[in-house]
């Protein structure tokens, strides 16, 4: 019954940065940590995956070469670093485990808008 904590979101213009996080509840330490998105209308996808002590990550198509999903086990947090926005970055993001096994959190909303 881990609980899920977005933030970060905000209006920004294309070619801008922002850094989402994500504070769990429990102990992420032993689960694969992602991030995924929703947009008005889309089903919720994975947009990146990290493992459990951040050796190895995945990133949708879609993002590769402008995010980068970073983890810290002992602060329970989990972030998204994107660069380079486009407006078809805009959505709400969630975080998760990669089974997407725990409730999901109230998400952060991210808009990509001139």
């Known amino acids: 019954q881990v609980e899920l904590v977005e933030s970060g979101g905000d209006l920004v213009q294309p070619g801008g940065s922002l850094r989402l996080s994500c504070a769990a509840s429990g102990s992420i330490r032993t689960r694969t940590m992602a991030w995924y998105r929703q947009a008005p209308g889309e089903t919720r996808d994975v947009v990146a995956q990290?493992?459990?002590?951040?050796?190895?990550?995945k990133y949708a198509d879609s993002v590769k070469g402008r995010f980068t999903i970073s983890r810290d086990n002992v602060e329970r947090m989990v972030y998204l670093q994107m660069d380079s926005l486009k407006p078809e970055d805009t959505a709400v993001y969630y975080c998760?485990?990669?089974?997407?096994?725990?409730?999901w959190g109230p998400g952060t909303q991210v808009t990509v808008s001139s």
């Open positions: 990290i493992t459990t002590l951040g050796s190895m990550t």
């Open positions: 998760n485990n990669g089974r997407s096994d725990w409730p």
